[in-house]
């Protein structure tokens, strides 16, 4: 059983930057794939990246070269670093965790309340 929360967000003009924090509960945290996922209003929830145990990564196509996500299992945390944000960026952000291959989305078990990123242009 894993227990995730997030904080870090906040509302930022265009342009700006923002650190989302996952922090997890667990001994075993290190051996999840964890994952970013995002849902503005009226659309549906958006894989936006997610790490492997073995620190292997994925990014949506829409955030490569502007997020960066990371973790530090000695904190079991998870970090994403999110530069140049743009309007479409705002959405309410989730981390989650899996067991299983980190490009599954259906795979993500666990998940966070959410934390809210807003973007003003």
């Known amino acids: 059983q894993v227990q995730l929360v997030e904080s870090g967000g906040g509302l930022v003009e265009a342009g700006a930057s923002l650190r989302l924090s996952c922090a997890a509960s667990g001994r075993t945290f290190g051996s999840y794939a964890v994952g970013w996922f995002r849902q503005a209003p009226g659309k549906k929830r958006e894989f936006v990246t997610a790490?492997?145990?073995?620190?292997?990564?994925y990014y949506v196509d829409s955030v490569k070269g502007r997020f960066a996500i990371s973790r530090d299992n000695a904190k079991n945390t998870v970090y994403l670093q999110m530069d140049s944000l743009r309007p479409e960026d705002t959405a309410v952000y989730y981390c989650?965790?899996?067991?299983?291959?980190?490009?599954?989305?259906?795979?993500?078990?666990?998940w966070g309340q959410g934390t809210q990123v807003t973007v003003s242009s």
């Open positions: 790490i492997s145990w073995q620190f292997r990564t």
């Open positions: 989650a965790a899996s067991h299983g291959d980190y490009r599954d989305y259906g795979g993500y078990t666990f």
